[in-house]
T-cell receptor, first 107, second 114 residues
């Protein structure tokens, strides 16, 4: 599975959009981009995934560049409950988690 | 629809003992994967089962084993426990094992080895 690079941490103001970047320059054609988040001591929570088209669901939007070498997760209106570690993963079969981005939403 | 359940939620064992953890996937899901999470190594893939067969395996010693039953429930076993096996063990289920299927995680079993 391809490796990903994410910033270690970022802050976001409550009510504002949070844009989380991820680089995956070695992604293969059959690998999907997945985003999960983990709130302290809980199991990871699935957020969204995509192959090459932009995706949106009730939680977030996923923007994948045309060359698929990077992506951005957008939380449109961050709340305090969105404070968590966010993992960007590229997956062919198993999920390979990196260190993720610790997102802190501040009031 | 009920989520992934894991039992027990907390466990304390001593070195040299063995332990069995259980995972019940979401109804209809046939793939179950296991992960180990520690502060030092992060979240690491252990193995995946699909229709009672191990499909993929991570880089863990043979002391770590698992199985899946016909109802898709899965167990993992760790023999001869070491202090370094203290971790949060997570189970995730999905319909299939292919990359387009999202995995849903359980709350985990926190194992402490003394």
């Amino acid at each position: 599975d391809a490796k990903t690079t994410q910033p270690p941490s970022m802050d976001c103001a409550e009510g504002r959009a949070a844009n989380l970047p991820c680089n995956h320059s070695t992604i293969s054609g059959n690998e999907y981009v997945y985003w999960y988040r983990q709130i302290h001591s809980q199991g990871p929570q699935y957020i969204i995934h995509g192959l090459k088209n932009n995706e949106t669901n009730e939680m977030a939007s996923l923007i994948i560049t045309e060359d698929r070498k990077s992506s951005t997760l957008i939380l449109p209106h961050a709340t305090l409950r969105d404070t968590a570690v966010y993992y960007c993963i590229v997956r062919a079969v198993k999920l390979s988690f990196g260190a993720g981005t610790t997102v802190t939403v501040r009031a | 629809k009920a989520g992934v359940t894991q039992t027990p939620r907390y466990l304390i064992k001593t070195r040299g003992q063995q332990v069995t953890l259980s995972c019940s996937p979401i109804s209809g899901h046939r793939s179950v994967s296991w992960y180990q999470q520690t502060p030092g190594q992060g979240l690491q893939f252990l193995f995946e089962y699909f229709s009672e067969t191990q499909r993929n395996k991570g880089n863990f010693p043979g002391r770590f084993s698992g199985r899946q039953f016909s109802n898709s429930r899965s167990e993992m076993n760790v023999s001869t426990l070491e202090l370094g096996d203290s971790a949060l063990y997570l189970c995730a289920s999905s319909f299939f094992s292919e990359a387009y299927n999202e995995q849903f995680f359980g709350p985990g079993t926190r194992l402490t080895v003394l």
